[in-house]
């Protein structure tokens, strides 16, 4: 059974930055399609970012370059680093493993992805 834990979570103040983590177990990473998704009004789950079996990355319209996602396989583990963080990225980020599609909305912990994490609560103070 696959299982997704996100970590690396936190307080931080506008335009600080942030990493976390999606350690994998029960799959290689490489089999997966992962991906970011944050929690917005509505108990709804935005797409933050996305990488595909082939590597190809996505990212949501509002990361304007702030945002990175990579992967490590020999960890099994998937990275979101989050930079010039502002306020209105407050959230709770979960990681999920799509599918055969791509959700770029979808009800969080819903039966969109195939996998969700259980979520990491990032906090941007003024």
């Known amino acids: 059974e696959v299982h997704l834990m996100e970590s690396g979570g936190g307080s931080v103040q506008a335009g600080g930055s942030l990493r976390l983590s999606c350690t994998v177990s029960?799959?290689?990473?490489?089999?997966?399609?992962m991906a970011w998704y944050r929690q917005v009004p509505g108990n709804e789950c935005e797409l933050v970012a996305n990488?595909?079996?082939?590597?190809?990355?996505y990212y949501g319209a509002f990361v304007k370059g702030r945002f990175a996602m990579s992967q490590d396989g020999a960890k099994n583990t998937a990275f979101l680093q989050m930079n010039e963080l502002r306020p209105d990225d407050t959230s709770l980020y979960f990681c999920?493993?799509?599918?055969?599609?791509?959700?770029?909305?979808?009800?969080?912990?819903?039966?969109?992805?195939?996998?969700w994490g259980r979520g990491t609560q990032v906090t941007v103070s003024t």
């Open positions: 990488i595909g079996t082939d590597g190809t990355p």
């Open positions: 999920a493993a799509l599918g055969d599609y791509i959700d770029y909305f979808t009800p969080c912990l819903g039966d969109g992805p195939s996998y």
């Open positions: 029960g799959s290689n990473l490489a089999d997966l399609d």
